[in-house]
């Protein structure tokens, strides 16, 4: 009988987060049992076809937040008094371990971490998967004070980077393996865990065949610019912008349709308005993956101008690269991160520096101006993505760590207990 795993999400599904849905898919298409966890209920938008795909259950953990229910108050209460009643003294130890973290107390998270671990008792999971070193591997934290399962991560980009040294060292500790995303990523955690927990190198896989390139256009009047990413800081986008002025004001003909969505539509919006791009640029909002694919299609190049934030927020490798480059289309981003394990600028890309508009606006006229050059780039990124980002063979090295992770013996909690009336101290947030 195949075990069942556990994966543990902040939200499923999400429009932004197509790089988990096709583990997912493909983790199931390979043989593994999943249970998926979503410690938030989605927003009540389009979601990728593929989501219907998706064999696993979902459970949508109880919640006080973002508004109070008491239908679900009950349910996490009650989950905790089972709990209890099991046995008293590893519930106490698991609350003796929450109230002596540096970390803020939210009485939310140690409830739901309560309720995931009585939840996967139920159903007789023993390892838990969580994606994103932040919240959800707190939650897999707390789970592993009350029940001793086992738990991995995989840590991507702002879970690792906002997080406190500390504490993500400690997650990292407890846990079987992690993952991630960039060699970068991989050398950064290196440096900041002090324990023997093996931490991978797990490159996002692609459905090749999905993303497979068109014959295009080189002779089209109007080069088609196209950027996808959501519309927050590290992004870029407002370099892009600055960008596409100054290719305005060199006469360069261009159009540029950014797909998105995020905090910063309404900045971004002005910009072009007072940048008087309205004719150049249209910003095109949500779309599903099957939708995105048609913009691809019609582009002649792709953008993303990442950088990295001043609190040091960053992106690993942004999917949506990958995506482009399978396509065919020639990209240009940025030298940051693990970006550069990507695309190797005047090879299958072009890189330039992180917040410089001139030196994006000249690479963007130079790809405009040559169609050769174009196909050129295009050919090598579909070339390096088959090399290096295929999904069957990277998912397929996801699965093999998990499957030996199920079969670990279960940790047991070790703290030492206090009286169950130290639950007063949490403070909800």
């Known amino acids: 009988m195949r075990p069942l795993i556990g994966f543990l999400l902040k939200t499923y599904p999400k429009l932004s987060e197509t790089f988990i849905l096709n583990e997912i898919l493909e983790l199931e298409r390979q043989g593994l049992n999943l249970h998926i966890f979503s410690l938030r209920c989605p927003p009540a938008d389009c979601t990728h076809d593929d989501v219907a795909q998706v064999q696993a259950p979902v459970t949508y953990l109880p919640s006080l937040l973002p508004e109070f229910d008491p239908t679900q108050e009950k349910q996490l209460i009650d989950a905790h008094l089972d709990l209890f009643n099991q046995d008293s003294k590893t519930y106490l130890q698991a609350l003796q371990f929450y109230l002596s973290r540096t970390e803020e107390r939210r009485l939310n998270e140690f409830l739901q971490g309560g309720y995931l671990a009585w939840h996967m008792q139920q159903l007789g999971i023993t390892h838990l998967h969580a994606h994103f070193a932040n919240v959800p591997a707190v939650t897999a934290e707390i789970a592993q004070a009350f029940s001793g399962m086992s ?3 995989t840590a991507h980009a702002k879970d690792i980077y906002l997080s406190d040294n500390a504490a993500l060292d400690r997650r990292i500790a407890k846990a079987e393996f992690v993952l991630t995303c960039t060699d970068y990523n991989r050398c950064y955690l290196e440096q ?16 090749i065949i999905r993303f497979s390139p068109v014959l295009r256009s080189q002779s089209s009047a109007v080069p088609l610019i196209l950027s996808v990413g959501r519309f927050c800081e590290k992004k870029g986008f407002p370099y892009l912008l600055k960008a596409c002025h100054l290719l305005k004001q060199t006469g360069v003909p261009f159009h540029c349709a950014i797909v998105g969505y995020g905090p910063l539509g309404d900045c971004i919006r002005q910009q072009i308005s007072d940048l008087g791009l309205t004719d150049h640029i249209t910003l ?3 779309l599903t993956q099957d939708q995105l694919i048609e913009y691809y299609q019609e582009a002649d190049l792709f953008v993303l101008p990442c950088l990295v934030t001043d609190d040091g927020d960053r992106d690993g490798i942004p999917n949506v690269l990958l995506e482009a480059m399978a396509m065919e289309l020639p990209v240009v981003s940025t030298d940051i991160s693990g970006i550069s394990e990507l695309v190797e600028s005047n090879y299958n890309g072009v890189l330039v520096p992180e917040k410089n508009e001139l ?5 963007l006229e130079a790809l405009i101006r040559q169609p050769e050059l174009r196909i050129t780039l295009g050919e090598a990124g579909r070339l390096t993505v088959l090399d290096k980002f295929g999904l069957t063979s990277n998912v397929g090295r996801v699965k093999d760590w998990l499957l030996k992770a199920v079969k670990q013996p279960p940790m047991r909690p070790q703290t030492q207990a206090r009286v169950l009336g130290d639950l007063l101290q949490l403070t909800v947030s």
Do not use: E, N, R, W
């Open 192 to 207: 900041v865990s002090t324990s023997h927990t093996p931490i991978h190198l797990a490159y996002h896989g692609l459905d």
């Open 284 to 286: 095109v909002g949500k």
């Open 359 to 363: 030196a994006l606006a000249q690479a």
């Open 151 to 153: 738990y991995s991560i």
